[in-house]
């Protein structure tokens, strides 16, 4: 049973460009989550995802945007790319129904703009 | 917003010795989570606390809900290399709100 799994989990980005990150949850997980872990802090909130829809929001800028497709994989993009976008994502899911809804997050994708 | 805060940021120990690190707010929680991350990894739950006064064992890890709601502190015994890595108190609101986290780091 595969767990959370993120891609790419490493890449190079110029400030002004664009960059997608992709996400596939836990099998059976239908909630998408992503977090932006700066270096030497712990995880912040972005966005969550459910049924297709964004859920809730945390305090980042519309620069940041995201999608959840039918078959619960989701993809953040960030636009405008600044130094300080320069970070650890994370995607976490869970199932929204589930006993305990625990969260489990995968390993991350690292972005380092320059 | 709500903040929560971790104590101490870094802690060298030697292995084989305990360790005790707690985390504070302001607010009054819920709900306590601890979570593990090693490098190259994400966080890992070690303990979730749902009620005040709560303590609850995980192998070596003992953690505990404070009886305030503002508190929770994890404790780990007789440390081993594989303890390594970034401790993070959390509280769970739909989304999760992390500390700074406690890095542990053991001596040979």
């Known amino acids: 049973d595969a767990g959370v799994t993120q891609s790419p989990t490493h890449l190079i980005k110029t400030r002004g460009q664009q960059v997608t990150l992709r996400c596939s949850p836990k099998s059976g997980h239908d909630t998408v989550s992503w977090y932006q872990q700066a270096l030497g802090q712990g995880p912040q909130f972005i966005f969550q995802?459910?049924?297709?829809?964004?859920?809730q929001r945390g305090n980042f800028p519309d620069r940041f945007s995201g999608h959840q497709f039918p078959n619960y994989s989701s993809e953040l993009n960030v636009n405008a790319l600044l130094l300080g976008d320069s970070a650890l994502y994370l995607c976490?899911?869970?199932?929204?129904?589930?006993?305990?809804?625990?969260?489990?997050f995968g390993e991350g994708s690292w972005l380092t703009v320059v | 917003g709500q903040q929560l805060n971790q104590s101490p940021q870094s802690m060298f120990i030697q292995e084989g010795e305990d360790v005790s690190m707690n985390c504070t707010s302001s607010s009054i929680f819920n709900t306590w989570l601890w979570y593990k991350q090693e490098p190259g990894e994400g966080p890992v739950l070690l303990i979730a606390?749902?009620?005040?006064?709560e303590l609850t064992s995980n192998g070596r890890l003992t953690a505990q809900f404070g009886i305030t709601r503002k508190d929770s502190f994890l404790n780990i015994s007789a440390s081993i290399p594989s303890d390594v890595g970034i401790y993070f108190c959390?509280?769970?609101?739909?989304?999760?709100?992390f500390g700074k986290g406690t890095r542990l780091h053991i001596l040979p």
């Open positions: 606390l749902y009620k005040a006064g």
């Open positions: 976490a899911s869970s199932f929204e129904r589930g006993q305990g809804n625990t969260i489990y």
């Open positions: 959390a509280f769970r609101d739909d989304k999760i709100i």
């Open positions: 995802y459910y049924e297709e829809e964004e859920r």
